[in-house]
């Protein structure tokens, strides 16, 4: 077996060649919870090794996070930190500074919390978290999302461990999934990344005009936009870096037509929104927007959510994922949606990702919204796939075939 810290620097080592893919020169800027620390230094090192000019970690605090719900003064939740997001959206603009988001929260961190000062919070945040948004969902510049395994995050996987067995058990699935526990994980991630895109190729080969989905509580159809593009593990961004945006991706995903969703779908995973568990999702959509939407738990955050703005109750993403994924394999469900989103087929209300929909680069905002593209300060992505699910591709003229069965792909 390997020991700790070896995993732990392979990981580091993926995560700055494979995930990033850091050039000579380039800046580096991390996100990290503050128990990631030894994670980070190791990342660090290797960002240097391959030639960063500068790495820079901001790290979060969760209970500093909660300090202000408590003891914060109630007027002031409208607030939030511009002039930080505001700086950060300016370093990605010119692809010089690459991305690193190191997530591993608690995921009901905020649930005993006023949900009136947790909404507005949220909406505060997203808010003034837009122009980085727009800049990654632009893919301005190489970026990846990874994740570090902390105390109370391991303890909402594994409830019934102690800390240190949650934790060492919640290490052992990260490792494991994110293949760095292989001999090359490297190569395995080419390897893996050739996989996804011969998948990629023939989906987009197909030009379905709509996908067709049935399943227990779900029987809807999804428009996709004309000039969709399917994606799939690594992608070239706009400064010419091929990267994996996630690490792990199992998923291949393209663009919804904001308008041309109709159907009843129901969850089949919880989601962590926030620090608020979601579960029991219940929709219905009409001409592409949710008209009716409950959840079992969590229902009034994701009533709210879906009514942060106007394309917050629309789609903007569609990903499809084999019910048989190494992450499903797992059986665990990690209660984090990088991780989750991986393990079943899904859909995400709100923005849109620009690589998804052909000359995007090139279009003005106003051109892609004429395409059908959807927009918003929010993108939440919530598992609809199963064993049961069943998803048909349409084409323009009506015709339509299988494309997955029981949750599997059908060839
Ligand atoms: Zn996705
Ligand atoms: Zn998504």
Redesign the pocket.
Known sequence: MQAHETLLDKYAELTVKSGLNVRKGQQVLITAPIEAVDLVRRITHHAYKVGASLVTTLYNDEQATLMRFVDGDKEAFDTAPTWLFGGMAEAFRDGNCVRLGIIGENPSLLSGQDIDKVSRANRARSAAYKPVVEQITGFATNWCVISAATTSHARSVFPNETDAVALAKLWQAIFKCTRADQADPVHAWELHTKALHTRTAKLNAKHYSALAYKGPGTDFTLGLVDDHIWVGGASVAKNGILCNPNIPSEEV?TMPHRERVDGVVRSTKPLSYQGTFIDGIEVTFEKGRIVKGTAATGGDVFTKMIETDDGAACL??V?LVPHSSPISASGIVFNE?LYD?NVAS?I?VGQA?SQNMKDTFILSPAEKLARGMNTSLI???WMIGSGELNVDGVFSDGKREPLMRSGEWVD
């Open positions: 995903f903007g993403e990903a949606t989103e899904h995400a990702y993108h939440v992505d």
